[in-house]
């Protein structure tokens, strides 16, 4: 067991180091089997090897919270510019058509909303997400809750397990601890902790410091866009992330709630994978809107 009175907090990250010749474009997917390969890139572009994820599942704890009251008026317009669509097993059934031919990172925990305790979670059943033809699992981790951190631990174990045995990836998805400040230090630990227990892919806040948090975890990480922001800043925060070593960003209320949905989510995929500017991304978005 680690001795916690000598835990001296890391301070050598190697920036501006590669991570050394990887042969496949997914960090940290080179040894992994070809299924597997095979999902991550449907998720990230092998020319960019970046993303944009299109995130929709609020509705699991929130309920038709807005932007997302009716996913057949307000989302499917929108999947044509994303990359790949996050969502829960019910909306997938009953809502997205599998015309659309977008890979799909499942929710695939659940267990409380918004009107009692978050985070009590449990995984669905792997069978649900091969029926599905997922090509990634999302599981949720909350470290620095003392009352569901471990049980979180478990879940994203459990489905990296199973991932593994199928083939299915999982991304780590972590909540903010009660307990814990937002940022590098509490990200990166939340983060590595993610990829420790098998997450092939992590979706994390940028912070001060995001650099560190990238750098210290061996498998891709993607942002949440989080809250609401005026549209050029939800840009700006693309473009810092990106810039800092994010693969990609897994975004929803700053798509979604947008004055203009179609028009934002263009700007996005064009900061993640042509290298626009903010100002660059804020342009295109006025001239679509």
């Given amino acids: 067991m680690a ?16 991570a050394g010749e990887q042969g496949f474009h997914v960090k940290g997917a080179l040894h992994l089997p070809w299924g597997m390969k095979d999902r991550l890139s449907r998720i990230f572009n092998p020319e960019t090897g970046k993303t944009v994820m299109l995130a929709f599942d609020h509705g ?3 309920g038709p919270t807005s932007g997302v009251e009716r996913i057949d008026l307000n989302i499917l317009p929108l999947v ?22 977008k890979p799909i990172c499942l929710r695939s925990d659940a267990g409380t909303s918004i009107l009692t ?3 009590d979670n449990v995984i669905i059943d792997i069978e649900d997400a091969i029926r599905l033809n997922v090509s990634a699992m999302a599981v949720m981790l909350a470290i620095g809750d003392s009352k569901y951190e471990a049980k979180t631990v478990a879940n994203l174990y459990k489905a990296a397990d199973l991932g593994s045995r199928y083939g299915i990836p999982v ?11 937002r940022d590098a230090r509490y990200f990166g630990l939340a983060s590595r902790i993610c990829a420790e227990n098998g997450a092939n892919i992590v979706k994390t806040y940028y912070c001060d410091g995001f650099e560190k948090v990238v750098a210290a975890t061996p498998v891709p990480v993607v942002i949440a866009g ?15 992330a990106i810039n800092e070593g994010a693969a990609g960003v897994d975004m929803g209320r700053n798509v979604f709630q947008s004055e203009s949905p179609a028009a934002m989510i263009r700007a ?3 900061v993640v994978h042509k290298g626009y500017t ?12």
């Fill in 278 to 289: 903010p100002e660059q991304g804020y342009k295109l978005f006025q001239e679509l809107k």
């Fill in 226 to 240: 989080g809250k609401k922001l005026p549209e050029k800043e939800a840009l700006e925060l693309c473009y810092k």
């Fill in 117 to 119: 305790e978050l985070n």
């Fill in 60 to 62: 699991f704890i929130m």
């Fill in 268 to 270: 996005v995929h064009a």
């Fill in 3 to 18: 001795d916690l009175d000598d835990l001296r907090e890391g301070c050598d990250f190697g920036l501006g180091e590669s």
């Fill in 80 to 101: 044509e510019y994303a990359d790949c669509l996050m969502c829960t097993r019910g909306i997938l059934q009953s809502t997205v058509p599998p015309t659309v031919n």
């Fill in 171 to 181: 991304m780590g998805v972590t909540a903010v601890g009660k307990d814990m400040a």
